[in-house]
């Protein structure tokens, strides 16, 4: 039997006997990811008020007396490295990839339950060194949030006294935590799949946290390695990056260093960075449309493989970030097609999803609001990918509003929809209670429209040639009244979602302590996570035996079956057909 | 139901917003109109998908609602259709890719008649520098930076003397002739950006950058740096005027060059003796 050594159960289970070891020196998978999801909303909410902050700045340049040029650099800078990395790389693989990867599969835990919990702790401290920063003299590095030198190490950048070396600090520290985590989930899914489980018969979700652990395994190196050098380069006065240059009129004693080189560094993580959020979020709301549709995905392997490809094909695209950077431009033919290619892979995933939908079943919960809201918004935020990646089309584009709305549709509304519609979803699994129905859908109508209504109108405050990251226009020919009264509006629309996260919140607190109890399989869904002995799966998972798998994970509506899904532990029988894996 | 509604309104809306909304790009006074011609095919091409997706997004999610008996059917896959989809994605690829890719074969190869204009940036202002008559910048090191000269020029370079140096934010350049703007910062990453010229390049110390452009309407146009510089980084202003032929000369035959600050220099030298 292939699956034989870590499949069965051959290690006893030592079962945490006090409520500390049980909760919070936790070495099970499930409390681990509770832990990774708190940590991450929790820093993603400072974030959240960062940006409404600088926001009201945008909006209405002088409301906020306090709001200096340094303060608004710093918390731009903040607001983006904490969002890309903190919380929506940490809630993905930290958090969904624990908590669903051993249940998903039927395995008891990770392979490596220390190591898994190790990961969550030094985490932690990533997170802590990142807010020391704020309490810093100096505060914060204002470098934004891709910390180019020499600017992020130089006098003239808030934050460059202490700021920028927590930074460097907590993304290298971060990193080590995530490594630990990521050689976990790869070795759990490789080594740790029960009977019958075979890699195609893996749901999506899996796929996705996969492949992106993998890509994430092998692109944070070149981010470490950088935040390293940078951080030699600001200390200890190496010019790894940095040329000779006069700065503030002085004289620097750096020689002969590659500003560019840090670009490559930082893009060769940045661009697979991109697919670490996004295939974990392509990979659960394909799952969350099956469900719900009451339908299989429509060309599983074909959804397979595209994740596979995107996420090759992730790691030679890095450079159109830097069109305009100063880099030899023959290399943009190159970057230019290879960007493109990637684009269809991508389109086919996005046909799947609408095509899983057509001839469905569909039931409107709030799980496939999210999940319908997400493929309308990676739609449009996938589209304008192709002005930004085809190379000339860039050039008046790059570093404009254009930029900043298009990334924002596309790798932070898009995930963040599928984040909910995921919580909404497995929410039920995690804490055994149910939320409230109508609050939920209020907060997927109030975040979805919002959302749009901020970022669809920013692109043509990009196509106008409004740069980002300008503390404020002044009087500017080409930036006409109607655009400042545009940014008001974005602004008072970014307020409205940001409060309207407060009923999420709510919403999910209130039910934990007084939600009806919910049922173990809630959505009627056929993956392992809802078969699962008890509801929140006990320490162990499965009881005393591991599940057996006989079908892949998507038998909806099956024809001549009496019930509308066949769970994946079901014995094939005569009457069911089921896909050929 | 009303999801399919809401997408259907937000899809419409967003049209009618690119048609009828006060903002796009701001006019081109440069020749770089296969840049804009580039745009406008990846709108139509990105439009016309963006409409055909949502339409059927919409179409399905109203028509295979959850009603009494309602059941999906089973078809985990259609090999035939997954191929022409593949198919026809790739060709719209290729549509987009074209122009974009024929319009960087234009912008990577400089006119060999191109006269060559100097961006220098530093925080939070802006220099420039014409090759003077021998039509010949000459070499500059961060080393020779100083009071006497800003601009760091090699005192020792003959090619040097006779550079034209504009120490202020605003530069002349004649209308209709190709430019080389060759580009230099003595501090961090700056970025070159006249939104009418579209083209546009980062300034890198320790190396020399440039772009091209041609520009085609007489008229007064704003630099603003496009590439976060400190916190200055948002009054980093600059102004290009673009003139007519003779206008522009005699602009700039009123500018200094640099030899008279070379004398300083060497005074200077043999004074410290």
Sequence with gaps: ?581 | MWIGIAVFVLMVGSVLFHLFSPWYLTPIASNWTSIDNAVNVTFWVTGAVFVAINSFLVYAVIKYRNRKRSRAIYEPENAKLEKQLTLWTSVGIALLLTPGLYAWAEFVNIPGNASVVEAIGQQWQWSFRFPGKDGVLGTVDVKYVSDNNPFGLNPDDPYGRDDVLIEDSTVHIPVGKPIKMVLRSKDVLHDFFVPQFRARMNLVPGSVTYFWFTPTKIGKYEILCAQLCGIGHYTMRGTVIVDDQSTFDAWLNKQRTFAPARAGIHELVTKRG
């Excluded at chain 1, 975040?447 to 196509?463: A, D, K, N, Q, S």
């Excluded at chain 1, 006409?480 to 979602?497: C, G, K, Q």
């Design chain 1, 1 to 581: 039997m292939v699956y034989a050594t870590l499949a069965e159960d051959l290690k006893e289970l030592h079962h945490p006997k006090t409520w500390v070891g049980k909760y919070v020196w936790s070495q099970d998978h499930k409390v681990i990811a509770v832990q990774y999801m708190a940590t991450a909303i929790g820093t993603g909410l400072i974030a959240l008020v960062l940006s409404d902050l600088f926001r009201l700045q945008i909006g209405f340049p002088g409301s906020l007396s306090f709001m200096t040029p340094e303060l608004y650099y710093q918390f731009i800078t903040m607001h983006g490295m904490i969002m890309v990395i903190y919380l929506l790389t940490a809630l993905f693989l930290g958090g969904f990839g624990n908590y669903l990867i051993p249940l998903m599969l039927g395995a008891r835990d990770m392979v490596f339950p220390f190591v898994n919990m190790m990961s969550y702790w030094v985490f932690l401290l990533a997170v802590l060194v990142l807010v020391a920063s704020f309490f810093v003299p100096g505060g914060p590095t204002g470098a934004g949030w891709t910390l180019y030198p020499p600017q992020a190490i130089l006098p003239g950048t808030p934050g460059r006294e202490m700021g920028i070396i927590l930074m460097l600090a907590s993304l290298a520290i971060f990193i080590i935590a995530f490594t630990m985590g990521g050689l976990n989930y790869v070795v759990t899914v490789l080594q740790a799949r029960t009977r019958g489980m075979t890699l195609m018969r893996m749901p999506l979700s899996i796929w996705g946290i996969f492949v992106a652990t993998i890509l994430a395994l092998l692109a944070f190196p070149a981010l470490f390695v950088g935040a390293v050098m940078m951080m030699l380069d600001r200390i200890l006065g190496t010019s790894f990056f940095m040329p000779a240059l006069v700065s503030m009129g002085q004289q620097l004693g750096y020689n002969g260093g590659s500003p560019i080189l840090f670009q490559h560094l930082f893009w060769f993580f940045g661009h697979p960075e991109v697919y670490i959020v996004a295939l974990p979020a392509f990979g659960i709301v394909s799952d969350l449309l099956s469900v719900h549709a009451r339908k299989n995905i429509f060309g599983y392997r074909m959804m397979v493989w595209a994740i596979v490809i995107i996420g090759g094909l992730s790691f030679i695209v890095w450079a159109h970030h830097m069109y305009v950077s100063g880099m030899n431009p023959y290399f943009g033919f190159f970057f230019a097609t290879s960007t493109l290619i990637i684009a269809v892979p991508t389109a086919i995933k996005v046909y799947n999803w609408v095509l899983t939908l057509w001839k469905g079943n569909i039931h409107f919960t709030v799980p496939m609001l999210f999940a319908i809201g997400f493929i309308f918004t990676f739609i449009n935020g996938g589209l304008t990918g192709l002005f930004l990646g085809n190379v000339s089309v860039d050039v008046p584009l790059s570093g404009t509003y254009f930029v900043v709305a298009h990334f924002h549709m596309v790798m932070g509304v898009s995930p963040i929809l599928v984040v909910f519609g995921a919580l909404y979803h497995w929410y039920p699994k995690i804490t055994g209670k149910m939320w409230n129905e109508k609050l939920g859908q209020l907060h997927f109508w109030l975040t979805f429209i919002g959302t749009y209504l901020i970022y669809f109108p920013m692109h043509y405050l990009g196509f106008l040639g409004m740069p980002r990251r300008y503390y404020e226009y002044g009087q500017t020919a080409l930036v006409p009244h109607s655009a400042h009264m545009l940014n008001a509006f974005i602004t008072v629309v970014a307020l409205a979602v940001g409060v309207s996260q407060l009923i999420f919140f709510y919403n999910m607190i209130w039910s934990y302590f007084f939600g009806p109890k919910a049922e173990s399989n809630p959505w009627k869904a056929t993956t392992l996570e809802w078969q699962t002995p008890d509801t929140p799966p006990a320490h162990g998972n499965w009881g005393p035996k591991l599940p057996t798998v006989y079908r892949w994970a998507y038998d909806y509506s099956v024809p001549g079956a009496p019930d509308d899904f066949i769970p994946q532990n079901v014995p094939a029988d005569g009457t069911s057909r089921h896909h050929r894996t």
